[in-house]
């Protein structure tokens, strides 16, 4: 299982989002339907743009609760102060990408971004 984790500014479009996560797949030398998942902290998860965004990827949109994303701390490769301050964890698409592949989930691409979003993929170990 391919998952997509996000992060964003809360005036991103659906659009931005989509062009992102194909830009990190196609980085990763994934076919678009190698996604599952969508993923992105519980705060941001209700917002139109990742509904919409997971819906036109024909992706399970999948929020993170906060203690989910601390626990992938340690395996986070990207460190950004900004992120460390607002959310705990120096990467909210790092974070959130490990956290919904689960515990045994490897960062596969770290974070890539574009004006108001920030993307990094995840694979499930266990391929479910």
Known sequence: ?????????????????????????????????????????EALAALPAFTEAARRLNAVATPVAQADLSETAPRLRTQSARSIAAHGVGSVAEASALAAAGPHGQLILERIASASATCALARSETGS
């Open 1 to 41: 299982m391919i998952v997509a984790g996000v992060g964003f500014r809360h005036g991103v479009e659906a659009d931005e989002i989509v062009a992102l996560v194909e830009q990190a797949l196609e980085h990763a030398s994934l076919g678009r339907n190698a996604l599952s998942r969508l993923a992105t902290i």
